[in-house]
């Protein structure tokens, strides 16, 4: 369990809105293309759904800066490609370390390389729910996601998926 620290936190007024400015994001910057898996874990064997290009902080659509603002499925590396080994060893460390079931999408940086070396993923974030691009993933398969994360827990999507 996480400890809150909810006791480190000040009580007066001028101390309480300097503590909200410096709990902000505290990241080292990296520089490459944001990409996410979508997965879906919990059952056997865990499964890599798709993978997506992300866009975030683009001016002509008013998102802030590292906001999220779409994305476009990109097709999955093949089996013996670096990337694909990479996704394959997260997937089965997030299904060994965690308890986490249902659809579970991983945010991630693919550093620009120039020296023709293949580039090692930088995690992001885990999100251990339904993620906006899991939308596009949904189209190309053809089966309801919401339906498959419902299974994935034992219970029944009251609408089945319709036929692809």
């Not at 499964?47 to 999220?68: D, E, K, N, T």
């Not at 499925?73 to 060893?89: I, N, V, W």
């Not at 550093?111 to 930088?122: E, L």
Request: aromatic share 8%.
């Amino acid at each position: 369990m996480f400890d809150t620290h909810d006791t480190w936190l000040p009580t007066e007024a001028a101390d309480r809105e300097l503590t909200a400015t410096l709990l902000g994001y505290w990241q080292r910057f990296a520089e490459g293309v944001s990409l996410s898996v979508s997965l879906l874990l919990g059952q056997k064997p865990p499964q890599m759904l798709g993978l997506c290009r992300q866009f975030s902080g683009l001016s002509w659509c008013h998102a802030a800066p590292f906001g999220f603002c779409g994305g476009v499925e990109l097709p999955l590396p093949p089996p013996d490609a670096p990337l694909r080994q990479s996704l394959e060893q997260l997937l089965q460390q997030i299904t060994e370390r965690t308890q986490l079931a249902g659809l579970v999408g991983v945010d991630f940086l693919l550093p620009r390389t120039h020296d023709g070396h293949s580039p090692k993923p930088i995690l992001i974030e885990i999100n251990p729910r339904p993620t906006a691009t899991m939308e596009l993933i949904e189209r190309r398969i053809g089966i309801s996601l919401v339906a498959a994360h419902l299974a994935a827990f034992d219970w029944q999507s009251p609408c089945p998926s319709p036929p692809p």
